[in-house]
């Protein structure tokens, strides 16, 4: 079980540090749902060993996701230099508590930390603020300077990105909850 975190784990590093390759994040997904399924099928898993498992399973999809737009932030910003100016900043401290955010919602679940998982879903909070006031900010640039329009929609969309990456940290964040208590969030 822990094993497959740590491969879940390690695919977030390979993202965090550049994504070399959609192909590779597929791959290292599909051995962890492998090894899910087969736990579940050989071990018969009950109670707490089997929340486990079926949040393993949950988190693969928001983990692929993740990886997903990351690659996607990755293509956005490969010619783009980000203009200084509350914007920039704005979307750097984005930056920063996402990655926050998935490194922590990974470590919850190795670590079996319920309080580091709370603490991401509260941060969240914090991304979507910061998200509408870039995107705020950002309509604002397109309206006064319509001829760079296409850069300021691209910097919409990486902050879009940024804001989905924070909600799927949350998502996994919750299944490490459940995991752990047996209650997912959503049922409160």
């Known amino acids: 079980m822990i094993e497959d975190a740590r491969l879940a784990y390690v695919l977030f590093l390979a993202v965090g540090e550049g994504v070399r390759s959609k ?15 087969r736990l579940l099928l050989q071990q018969q898993p009950v109670a707490r060993d089997l929340r486990e498992i079926s949040s393993a399973l949950k988190m693969i999809s928001d983990l692929e996701r993740i990886g997903d737009q990351a690659a996607d932030i990755a293509e956005l910003t490969r010619f783009v230099r980000l203009p200084d100016g509350p914007g920039r900043q704005r979307i750097e401290e984005m930056s920063k508590a996402v990655i926050r955010m998935v490194t922590d919602s990974v470590d919850s679940f190795v670590k079996r930390d319920l309080e580091l998982a709370r603490e991401v879903c509260r941060e969240d909070d914090q991304v979507d603020v910061l998200f509408n006031q870039v995107k705020k900010e950002l309509i604002g640039l397109i309206a006064a300077d319509a001829d760079s329009g296409e850069l300021w929609l691209d910097l919409i969309m990486v902050a879009k990105y940024l804001e989905r990456i924070g909600d799927h940290a949350t998502n996994v964040a919750e299944w490490v909850e459940y995991s752990i208590t047996g209650n997912h969030p959503s049922n409160n």
């Open 23 to 37: 192909g590779y994040g597929a791959r290292m997904l599909a051995d962890i749902e492998r090894r899910c399924l």
